[in-house]
């Protein structure tokens, strides 16, 4: 009988060692798309998002990989659980449904970018009527914008490909957070800088958050985890920290 208990608890022990392995060797993909400041292959710590996203989930006990993917891809793997967290996102009704919304990490304003010296006036989504608007393939900038078919949208690939063809006279306008417009004119192409202005008022604030796949079981406890640890680096000055490395106000 001793023996047979000896051979029992060994067993036991291989079994809860071996699931301890499983569980410390798991490691969370979170995915953005090429965002520049919030996320991007070339920048520090891969963007403002993916930074801090990285660093309050460290801080939170868990370990984490990150990747940098094609808009379509990020959004048709958190509808299928492929990619267990999405940073950089705005709040979007249809995305609450694949992912579960993490409390906001930072805060831009979301504006229209003119010509300087164009005569385009902003008041209200039906003013814009009569212009064409660049717009980025499947991006997310406001739920009433984002819905108004009456407007006239040309999609492009990226803000910096929009604000070109606005420079250049193609379209109208174009839009983006705030941030984004001025990393791309003054890192990406500051001849832009001469060329375009925002678009008074803007059109929006929009929070940025992090989520996590509903298809995972354990969504909302890594959400809970998140904002404890989130809530830990606004208190002790960690995070405006963090967010001063990349000059984000």
Known sequence: MSIG?????????????????????????????????FSGEGLPGRGISIDVTRAVLERAGYE????????SRVVSGAKSGEYDIVTSLFLDAEMQKSVFYSEPFFETQVQFVRQKGSDIAYDGLESLQSYVIAVGAGFLYEASFDNADYLNKFEVTTTLQGLQMVAAGRVDLTLDSAHVVRHSMQLTDDALEDQLEFLEPA???QQIHMAVSRLRPDHASIVTDFNAALADM????????????????
């Open 5 to 37: 208990k000896g051979v029992c608890a060994w067993l036991i022990a291989i079994f809860v060692f071996c699931n301890g392995v499983v569980v410390a060797e798991e490691r969370l993909l979170v995915v953005a798309d090429e965002w520049p400041p």
């Open 64 to 71: 984490v990989d990150t990747a940098i993917l094609p808009w």
């Open 203 to 205: 059109l929006t604030k």
């Open 234 to 249: 606004r208190a002790d000055g960690s995070l405006d920290a963090l967010l001063k490395k990349h000059s984000a106000d």
